[in-house]
T-cell receptor
Framework: GDSVTQMEGPVTLSEEAFLTINCTYT??????LFWYVQYPGEGLQLLLK?????DKGSNKGFEATYRKETTSFHLEKGSVQVSDSAVYFC??????????????FGQGTILTVHP | EPEVTQTPSHQVTQMGQEVILRCVPI?????FYWYRQILGQKVEFLVS????????KSEIFDDQFSVERPDGSNFTLKIRSTKLEDSAMYFC???????????FGNGTRLTVT
């Protein structure tokens, strides 16, 4: 079945540091890939997405590129801020399924950014 | 911006009791979902709901679980007889159409004692 694996956390960085959170996936067909973010006390928010190979999703300075050859969708940001502290979830949605709402999530990575 | 609202934010119940988790999806959305996250584990799909019926469910969603849209605004998840292992954060989500992004609520933390 489909699965998503994220790098182990937690990740602790200083402000303005470079961020990478690794995500790899296993899926049949041609999945769409997503990063969701959960700020303290809030729900899951869509951060960015990519629907086909070589697409780059970007939002709020975050980027991720859909790499079919390495089955990866790593999240990057050039300069993190304290306000980026949150839990980040990589997820896929397989277009071959009967319900396009069925997301398969990774385990989440806790990011803490210190001033 | 419209949002998905879940109540209560935290529910404590005793093993064997019935519990109902409530959600108000975004008003023009047609697809509704429940997910859960057991502490320290992945967010897992439970069920999707469209046109007043379940469109897909996972193996977790057994006979102890049911969903309902009792009126035009609420979407509920009922657990008939709770077990300790049902303790988790339960997320409701909705989407406007099939394939469009999901909007999640803040979750209900269910604690079964």
């Amino acid at each position: 079945g489909d699965s998503v694996t994220q790098m182990e956390g937690p990740v602790t960085l200083s402000e303005e540091a470079f961020l990478t959170i690794n995500c790899t996936y296993t899926a049949t067909g041609y999945p769409s890939l997503f990063w969701y973010v959960q700020y303290p006390g809030e729900g899951l928010q869509l951060l960015l997405k990519a629907t086909k190979a070589d697409d780059k999703g970007s939002n709020k300075g975050f980027e991720a590129t859909y790499r079919k050859e390495t089955t990866s969708f790593h999240l990057e940001k050039g300069s993190v801020q304290v306000s980026d502290s949150a839990v980040y979830f990589c997820a896929l949605r397989n277009a071959g399924g009967t319900s396009y709402g069925k997301l398969t999530f990774g385990q989440g990575t806790i990011l803490t950014v210190h001033p | 911006e419209p949002e998905v609202t879940q109540t209560p934010s935290h529910q404590v119940t005793q093993m064997g009791q019935e519990v109902i988790l409530r959600c108000v999806p975004i008003s023009n959305h047609l697809y509704f979902y429940w997910y859960r996250q057991i502490l320290g584990q992945k967010v897992e799909f439970l069920v999707s709901f469209y046109n007043n019926e379940i469109s897909e469910k996972s193996e977790i969603f057994d006979d102890q679980f049911s969903v309902e849209r009792p009126d035009g605004s609420n979407f509920t998840l009922k657990i008939r007889s709770t077990k300790l292992e049902d303790s988790a954060m339960y997320f409701c989500a909705s989407s406007e159409e099939n394939g469009t992004p999901l909007h999640f609520g803040n979750g209900t933390r269910l604690t079964v004692t």
